[in-house]
Every structure is written in C-alpha cells, then in structure tokens.
C-alpha cells in the first residue's frame, strides 16, 4: 500500500514538473518575442507608416466620383391580385426600357451634357426592386451636382413615359410612377480613410513577414555570451576582442620588409 502511494505521488511530481516546464518554456517564449519586437519593431513600423502614406497619397491622386441615388415607386390603380403579379413580372422591362440610349440621348439633350449615349449609360445603373415595387435609379459622375440632375432628369422620364403608356389604358388597370423622394449625391470613391486603414494592416503584415525572414536567416548566429552558455550549456570562460591595425601599424610592417628586401643580397 504504501509503495502503491509512494509511486503515485512520484507520478503527481512528474506532472506538476512537466506543467511547471512548460509554463517556464511558454514564458521564456514570449520573453524572445517581446526582445524582438524591441529590436525590430521599427521595421513593422516603418512598414506601416510606408503603405498607409502610399494609399493616403494614391486616394488623394484619384478622381473623386459621386453617385447620386433616387427611387421611383410603381404604384396600381388598383390592388389587384393579377393586377400586382403582371406589374412584378414587367417591373425589369420597365427598367431594361428606361436605360436605352434613346432615353440617355434625352437627357443628354435637356441638360446639354457634352458626350455619348453609350458613356452615359455607362455611368447609369437602374435595377428593379418587385418586392417593394421600386425602380432605382443610380448615377456616377465626378460632380455630384451634375450626377443628381442625371438622376432627376431620368426620373422623370420614367414617370413621363408611364403616364403616356396609362393613357391608352383603362383607368383600373393604369400602372403609375411616382419619385419618392429627388436624387441626394454621396463620395463613391475614393475611400480614403478606407484605403488608409487598409494600407496599415497591409504594412504590419508585411513588417512581420519581414521580421520573421530575419530571425529565421540569424538563428544560427549568436549575438552575445549569454547566447553562447544558453545554445552550448557549457560556462563562457573568456571573450578575445576583434582587434584592428592601425594604418601606422601597417605602414610599419611594410616598411620593415621593404627594407629587409633593399638588404638583402642579390
């Protein structure tokens, strides 16, 4: 019995020493992390600063583009069943229709815009919504002024063109339009606070790549003693410091075998 408590103690020691060894080693870890953090951390750093300063300096060179944003709510003379499920189905024809370039060339037209109806619709994105019967009407361009008469101008010709369709319709069965509310413009690019932030992380990343490619190309040069008695386990006894000639010293020993040369018989 006692032999039996004796070995299970014996056991116990073992564990408790082998946590203990590997809290001691978890320790000593993070120790070796934080000296290279103090010896390299400015490479991370710099890093950052570097790519954050870059993207900074990029977003300020791009052209700004606005997009101003306005809805168009589709509304039934009547709240029919079959009425409401045919209105859904034709809602994306509605919008398909409004983004021809007859429509552009419109616009381009009542606002005396300088360009084509292929660039126009190019900037003009218009999607259909038959969950909530809207159409929305988006549009880019770098002023924001010009981008909310793009959107209002469109707009209208959408309600337009739906009341001249409803006058040759029964009045219960006219599909109206109707804007919500007129084109507000918002920055779409560039997002420099964005672009910033993600530089940042970008350079930290980098930085460490950078720090951990180091260490790894220096772990197997030793720095100082203390390194030398942790890698060898053996105790450091004496250090020969690294010794330079001096140019006298040189210039000495050249003279000397110059001379010893001019002596020497021939």
């Not at 021809?100 to 190019?122: N, Y």
């Not at 259909?128 to 209002?152: C, F, L, R, W, Y």
Request: aromatic letters at 6%; charged letters at 20%; hydrophobic letters at 45%.
């Amino acid at each position: 019995m006692s032999a039996h408590i004796v070995a299970t103690f014996g056991i116990a020691c073992e564990v408790v020493n082998v946590q203990h060894c590997l809290r001691l080693e978890a320790f000593v870890r993070i120790q070796e992390y934080i000296q290279v953090l103090r010896r390299r951390g400015w490479i991370i750093l710099l890093a950052a600063v570097v790519t954050a300063a870059s993207a900074f300096i990029f977003s300020k060179l791009q052209t700004p583009v606005y997009r101003a944003s306005v809805e168009v709510t589709i509304q039934l003379a009547r709240p029919d069943l079959g009425l409401t499920t045919s209105a859904k189905q034709i809602l994306r024809s509605y919008a398909h229709t409004m983004l021809s370039e007859t429509r552009a060339q419109q616009v381009i037209d009542a606002l005396g815009l300088f360009m084509t109806p292929r660039d126009l619709r190019g900037d003009v994105k218009i999607v259909a919504d038959d969950s909530i019967m809207v159409i929305k009407i988006d549009v880019d361009n770098p002023h924001g002024e010009t981008a909310n008469q793009i959107a209002n101008t469109w707009a209208s010709y959408l309600v337009q063109w739906r009341d001249e369709q409803n006058e040759r319709q029964n009045k219960e069965d006219r599909i109206f339009a109707a804007v919500i509310d007129p084109a507000s413009y918002s920055l779409l690019r560039p997002k420099t606070k964005i672009n910033v932030a993600a530089g940042g992380v970008l350079g930290v990343f980098l930085g460490v790549l950078t720090v951990f490619a180091l260490e790894w190309l220096e772990a197997g040069v030793i720095h100082d003693p203390e390194a030398m008695e942790a890698q060898t386990g053996l105790p450091l006894i004496g250090i020969i410091p690294p010794t330079q000639r001096s140019s006298t010293t040189r210039q000495g020993v050249r003279h000397g075998i110059e001379s010893d040369y001019a002596t020497r018989p021939s």
